[in-house]
C-alpha cells in the first residue's frame, strides 16, 4: 500500500451509467454481471437476464474440509484452465477460492499439481515456517501429478493471498492465485465480506515492445474477480467490508469511487479511519475498505498511473460498479478497533541497505549490484528490531515484498508516515527511500523482492537470513 495524501486527479464517476445499470438490475432482481473476456476499446454489450445468473461477481469461498474448531482443511487443485478461460485455475477457478480462516486456526492445504509443469504455493504476507513458504530452494516444488501439504498456524489477522513461486511470472500471469483472509473475532461482522481480485492478461513492462501499452499499462481491460466490468449489487442499508488485492503481474491500480472508506492494509487494520481520494495498490499489495449502501450506486475506477512516473499517458478506467437493490438510507460506519498507533521513532542505522537499480532498456534489474540467483545474503537475528533500507535508484516504482516478517514503515524519504503502517510490500517511488523496522517471527532463508513479477524474474530478488539466536 502507499500512502498518497496529494492525490487528487479528476474523479470520472459516470453517474448516468450507474442509473442505467440500477434500472436494469431492478428488473432483473439481483445477480451479478460482467464478461469474462472482451476487449479493451470496445465497451462491454449488456449481459441478459439468463446469463446473468450463471456469473458469480467474487470468488467462491473455500469450504473448510475439516469440521474440528481451530483447523481449517483444504485441498486446492492447480490445474490448466477451460478452453477459452483462464490458461490456469485453483479447483476450477481463477482467482482460486477464497480461503476464509480464524485467527489462531491451524491451516492444513494439500496442493495437488495437475500442471504440466512444477509449482508451489507461497502464503504472501503470513507468517509460516520456512519450509512452508513456497520457495523452490527450500523445499522441492511440487512434481507434475505430485502433491504437497502445506501447514501452519495464522497469527495475523488480514487480507493475505496465495500463488505459486515457481515460475511465479508465467503461473500467476496464468490465473494462478486466490485471496487469504484472516478473520479476527474482535472485528465487528459486516452485512457482507466481499473480495475484489484485480488483474489481467498479457502485462508488459517493457515500453520498447509495446508502445502503445508499455511502462507498466496493461493489455487489455483490469479484470475484476476475473471479469471486465462485473456488477456487485446490494441493498440499501447494508454495510460491507471489502478486501482489495492487486494479484497482476506488473500494472498499478489507482482505485477511486466517492468517498472512499479505508480501514485495512497488507497487515490488518490500519490505526485509524483513512479517507483518501484514491488508493494505489501496487502488484502484491492489499487494501480494506467499507462500502455503506444507500440509495445510489457507484462505479469504480482506477487511475491512470504509470510505473515509470506521471499520471498523463493514458484515460482512466472504469473497474466495477455497484448496484442498489432496494434503496435506502446510508448507515452508519461499523465499529472498528482501530489501535490509533503513531509510527515508532526511527534509530537512525540501517542493518541491511538494499540498493535497487536497473532500466526497461536492459531488462536487467539488481539490488546491490547483483542479480538473483548470484546474492550475498545478510543475516539478521530471530525476533529482534532490525532497519532495512530500500533505495530506489530506478528509473520505474518498485512494490517490494519481504517474505518471512512483516515491517513497519519508520519513514519515506525521510519522513515518517502519517499514521503507523505494517505492511509485507511497499511500492517504492521512484528515486524514493524507504526504512523498514522488521523483528523476525521466524528463522530461515527468506526471499526479498520486487513484486512487478518481470522485474523479479530479470533479477530484482536477493535472500535475507534470519539466523536462530
Ligand atoms: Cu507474493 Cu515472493 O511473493
Ligand atoms: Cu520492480
Redesign the pocket.
Known amino acids: 500500500m502507499r500512502v498518497d495524501p496529494r492525490a487528487n486527479g479528476p474523479q470520472r464517476l459516470r453517474l448516468a451509467a450507474v442509473a442505467a445499470l440500477a434500472a436494469v438490475w431492478s428488473l432483473a432482481g439481483c445477480a451479478p454481471t460482467g464478461d469474462p473476456g472482451g476487449t479493451r476499446s470496445e465497451p462491454e454489450p449488456r449481459r441478459t437476464w439468463a446469463s446473468l445468473h450463471h456469473e458469480a461477481p467474487t470468488p467462491p469461498d473455500a469450504i473448510d474440509e475439516d469440521p474440528r474448531d481451530g483447523v481449517f482443511a483444504l485441498t486446492l487443485v492447480a490445474a490448466q484452465g477451460p478452453a477459452g478461460g483462464p490458461r490456469y485455475t485453483y479447483n476450477g477457478t481463477s482467482p482460486g477460492p477464497t480461503i476464509r480462516a480464524r485467527l489462531g486456526d491451524a491451516v492444513v492445504v494439500t496442493v495437488r499439481n495437475e500442471l504440466d509443469d512444477p509449482t508451489t504455493v507461497?502464503w504472501?504476507?503470513l507468517h509460516v515456517p520456512v519450509e512452508m513458504d513456497g520457495?523452490p530452494g527450500t523445499v522441492a516444488p511440487i512434481p507434475p501429478g505430485g502433491t504437497f501439504e502445506y501447514r501452519f498456524v495464522v497469527t495475523q489477522a488480514g487480507t493475505f493471498?496465495y500463488?505459486p513461486?515457481f515460475d511465479?511470472e508465467g503461473q500467476?500471469d496464468g490465473g494462478l492465485y486466490g485471496a487469504f483472509v484472516v478473520e479476527d473475532p474482535r472485528d465487528p461482522v459486516p452485512d457482507h465480506d466481499v473480495v475484489l481480485v484485480f488483474d489481467a492478461d498479457e502485462e508488459h513492462t517493457d515500453s520498447t515492445a509495446h508502445p502503445a501499452h508499455g511502462h507498466g499499462r496493461i493489455d487489455g481491460r483490469w479484470r475484476v474477480n476475473g471479469r471486465v466490468l462485473p456488477t456487485l449489487a446490494f441493498a440499501g442499508g447494508a454495510r460491507i467490508r471489502v478486501r482489495a488485492l492487486n494479484a497482476s503481474n506488473a500494472g498499478y491500480v489507482a482505485l477511486r469511487w466517492p468517498d472512499m472508506r479505508h480501514i485495512g492494509s497488507d497487515q490488518g487494520l490500519l490505526p485509524r479511519l483513512e479517507q483518501p481520494e484514491r488508493v494505489v495498490l501496487g502488484p502484491?499489495d492489499r487494501a480494506d475498505f467499507e462500502w455503506l449502501i444507500g440509495e445510489t450506486g457507484f462505479v469504480a475506477t482506477t487511475d491512470s498511473f504509470s510505473l515509470n512516473g506521471g499520471d498523463a499517458a493514458w484515460e482512466s478506467e472504469d473497474l466495477f460498479s455497484v448496484a442498489v437493490e432496494a434503496p435506502a438510507p446510508r448507515p452508519s460506519g461499523l465499529d472498528w478497533p482501530f489501535d490509533g498507533a503513531t509510527p515508532s521513532g526511527d534509530p537512525g542505522y540501517a542493518d541491511v541497505v538494499w540498493v535497487l537499480q536497473g532500466s526497461d532498456r536492459t531488462n536487467l534489474w539488481f539490488i546491490n549490484g547483483e542479480r538473483f540467483p548470484d546474492v550475498t545474503v545478510p543475516e539478521i537475528p530471530l525476533g529482534q528490531p532490525r532497519v532495512i533500507e530500500v533505495r530506489n535508484l530506478s528509473p520505474t516504482r518498485h512494490p517490494f515484498?519481504i517474505?518471512g516478517m512483516n515491517f513497519e514503515v519508520l519513514s519515506v524519504d525521510g519522513a515518517p508516515p502519517p499514521y503507523r503502517m505494517v505492511e509485507d510490500?511497499i511500492d517504492l517511488g521512484i528515486r524514493e527511500t524507504v526504512r523498514l523496522l522488521v523483528r523476525p517471527p521466524n528463522p530461515g532463508e527468506w526471499?526479498?523482492?520486487c513484486?512487478i513479477l518481470p522485474h523479479?524474474e530479470d533479477g530484482m530478488?536477493t535472500m535475507l537470513h534470519v539466523s536462530a539466536h
Open positions: 507461497h504472501h504476507g520457495v493471498w500463488h513461486h511465479t500467476v502484491g515484498h517474505h510490500t526471499m526479498a523482492h513484486h523479479a530478488m
